[in-house]
């Protein structure tokens, strides 16, 4: 099947077959209330999509379910228009940090050789090469001197920085990050989202779910809202309205908030 999509301004951009992620019908439950409940998502190849919308609104789900984590009771995920399990490697995903829990010791270069799985091959025999794109990965958010250090004994916002080593080893096309900025000091938040944005450049795709209203509008292209069910999805300016706010976090949320998405 092959459906042209349009835009919020009318042009045809892509088929559905060539979108980087494309979620139909997708609704996930852990009991009898659905997390996620029937919704349909397609990501923008290149772009740098934001899911927003209330704590327990399914964004977390969302991504799990896209990636096959957890099992739908119905729907579906697409990666560049193939079924998830033949593209999931083109996939890098960097879990909510919290979920993390390091109860051995690893060191930072194991944490980032461990997204070159894929290339060390059956006997995982790490040779120079791999090491050096390692530390390449490790350079690239900032975190090169540490390599040899115990992922337990870093600060919060420098694992979130070696996950994201970790995903830039896999060379991957689409990233998919949850909240990759809670939490985390502002020298990291500035290294995470300069390494999103080369990422961007080079014409990869990203998506975070992110909390922090007030930087959607200098961080993403697009968003999608959701509480439950999907509320909107399209460009910043048209769709990070007061209004889609309103709807996705059911009108709890303050005025400041607001001004961020008029602003
Ligand atoms: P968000 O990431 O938007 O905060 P989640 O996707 O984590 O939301 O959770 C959506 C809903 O599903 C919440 O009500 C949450 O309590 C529930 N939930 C999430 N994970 C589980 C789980 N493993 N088992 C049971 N319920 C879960
Ligand atoms: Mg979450």
Request: net charge neutral; aromatic share 6%.
């Amino acid at each position: 099947m092959t459906l042209a999509l349009a835009t919020d301004h009318g042009a045809v951009v892509q088929t559905l077959n060539d979108s980087p992620l494309a979620v139909r019908g997708m609704t996930v439950s852990y009991g009898e209330k659905p997390a996620v409940f029937s919704v349909d998502m397609t990501v923008r190849q290149g772009a740098m999509t934001a899911i927003i919308g209330p704590n327990g609104a399914g964004k977390s789900t969302l991504l799990k379910a896209a990636l096959g984590v957890v099992t739908p009771l119905a729907g579906q995920a697409t990666v560049f228009g193939k079924p998830l399990a033949r593209e999931r490697h083109r996939i890098a995903y960097v879990p909510q940090r919290a979920s993390v829990d390091w109860d051995f010791p690893t060191r930072v270069i194991d944490v980032v050789l461990m997204g070159l799985y894929r290339e060390l091959g059956l006997l995982r025999r790490v040779r120079a090469r791999h090491m050096d794109k390692a530390m390449d990965c490790l350079d690239r958010v900032g975190m090169r001197d540490f390599a040899d250090r115990q992922i337990g004994q870093l600060s919060g916002g420098q694992q979130q920085r070696v996950f994201l080593a970790r995903a830039l080893a896999q060379s991957a096309d689409l990233y998919l990050l949850d909240e990759p900025f809670a939490g985390v000091d502002a020298a990291t938040e500035k290294a995470i989202i300069d390494v999103l944005k080369a990422l961007k450049d080079a014409g990869k795709t990203v998506v975070a779910v992110h909390h922090d209203l007030a930087t959607v509008a200098d961080y993403f292209d697009d968003v999608f809202l959701i509480n439950t069910r999907k509320v909107a999805e399209g460009s910043v300016d048209t769709t990070f309205t007061a209004e889609n706010l309103n709807i996705a976090y059911g009108g709890r949320l303050a005025g400041a908030q607001l001004e961020a998405a008029a602003g």
